[in-house]
Structure formats: structure tokens, C-alpha cells
């Protein structure tokens, strides 16, 4: 089946530590986005991809980190750095400007 | 500076009856708007978009409508049905591939 896959669903990371959440499409998709969503919030652009090895800062980029080695891989890192890491995470992929698609979110939670 | 705002965080319809959800922008140089249905816990679905060559796309119960004077779209949808319930948002992208969203609208569709 062609789509988006975010894993793991839920994640859970002590304070201090890096978290690398993945995402992967099979869809030739060549632009690739993060965002994050918090609760009754609107989805904020953290890093967004155009074309393999490129990328660039969205609205919220501090405190993550992202590499695009491949067409399907788009990882984000979330850094000791970012203060406030618990949210809902999710990840899209597009190939036209008229339509982009969603994988089902990972929800990372800070202990 | 929120490019694309949704100024009604709720919505209540009656079933059967026309559900309006509004959203507005301020970037003149957005090219596309996309519409999109999302429930708790899940990546968003796409809807409906449009071109902002256009000023109405039409599909099944779905409508947008496009207002480039006043830089304002609204998704209508007739009729609506209890399933419609959810949170909806608008996104906007320009010629960069970035793709900003609006804070979503929250739609309750009632018997």
C-alpha cells in the first residue's frame, strides 16, 4: 500500500535526552513537512523538505533537526534543546501544490 | 504574524442543514488552499483545494469558495452529517512549497 508511516505512534523521552521520530513515504513524493500540534492548537510548520538533501526552516525550528539523505526519509530530531517537547508530532508529503498527505502522528510525551 | 487565520474556533450544525467554515490570509502570493478533516489523534485528511486562479472548486457535499479581494475562503458543506464532526483547517502555500496552517475550526453536526 503507497502512503506515509510515522513511527512509532507514541513515544516517550526523559528530559535531556534526543528523540528521533521517522518518517517515510513510498509515494515519489519529492517535498516532505513537520509539523507539530499541540492541544487545541493549529499544526505549526517545524522543518520542511523541497528535494533530497535540502531543507528549511518552518515557523518552529528551534530546538529540532532534520536530514533528507533520501526521497522517502524525512526525520526529525527533537534536541535537549527544545524546551517544551511534548506535543503531538505529525509528518506530510506532497507532489503537487493542490494536495499534501499526512501519516497518523506520533505523540511524544517528555518524563 | 498568523498568515492564515480561522476566527471561529466552533461550529454547531444541525443535520441536513449547510455547515460554513471561514478562514482568512494575508499573503496576496499563496497560490493554493487546501482544506482539510481531522478527529483526535489523527493525521489530517485531505479535503477539497483551489487554485487561486479559480474562485469555486466543487466535490460531492464539499465546496470552497474563494474570495482574492477580500482574501478569504469558506468550505461549505451540504448536507451536513453527524460524520462531518471534527476539526477542520485551512492551509495555505505559495510558490516556495511551504505549506502554513490555520488554528481549526472545530465543526459539531447535531440530529
Known amino acids: 500500500d503507497g502512503g506515509i508511516t510515522q513511527s512509532p505512534k507514541y513515544l516517550f523521552r526523559k528530559e535531556g535526552q534526543n528523540v528521533t521520530l521517522s518518517c517515510e513515504q513510498n509515494?515519489?513524493?519529492?517535498?516532505m513537512y513537520w509539523y507539530r500540534q499541540d492541544p487545541g492548537q493549529g499544526l505549526r510548520l517545524i522543518y520542511y523538505s523541497q528535494i533530497v538533501n535540502d531543507f528549511q526552516k518552518g515557523d518552529i525550528a528551534e530546538g529540532y533537526s532534520v536530514s533528507r539523505e533520501k526521497k522517502e526519509s524525512f526525520p526529525l530530531t527533537v534536541t535537549s534543546a527544545q524546551k517544551n517537547p511534548t506535543a503531538f508530532y505529525l509528518c506530510?508529503?506532497?507532489?503537487?501544490?493542490?494536495?499534501?498527505?499526512f501519516g497518523q502522528g506520533t505523540r511524544l510525551t517528555v518524563v | 504574524d498568523q498568515q492564515v487565520k480561522q476566527n471561529s474556533p466552533s461550529l454547531s450544525v444541525q443535520e441536513g442543514r449547510i455547515s460554513i467554515l471561514n478562514c482568512d490570509y494575508t499573503n496576496s502570493m499563496f497560490d493554493y488552499f487546501l482544506w482539510y478533516k481531522k478527529y483526535p489523534a489523527e493525521g489530517p485528511t485531505f479535503l477539497i483545494s483551489?487554485?487561486?486562479?479559480?474562485d469555486k472548486n466543487e466535490d460531492g457535499r464539499f465546496t470552497v469558495f474563494l474570495n482574492k479581494s477580500a482574501k478569504h475562503l469558506s468550505l461549505h458543506i451540504v448536507p451536513s452529517q453527524p460524520g462531518d464532526s471534527a476539526v477542520y483547517f485551512c492551509a495555505a502555500r505559495g510558490n516556495t512549497d511551504k505549506l502554513i496552517f490555520g488554528t481549526g475550526t472545530r465543526l459539531q453536526v447535531f440530529p
Open positions: 509515494l515519489n513524493h519529492d517535498a
Open positions: 483551489i487554485s487561486s486562479i479559480k
Open positions: 506530510a508529503s506532497s507532489n503537487r501544490p493542490d494536495t499534501a498527505f
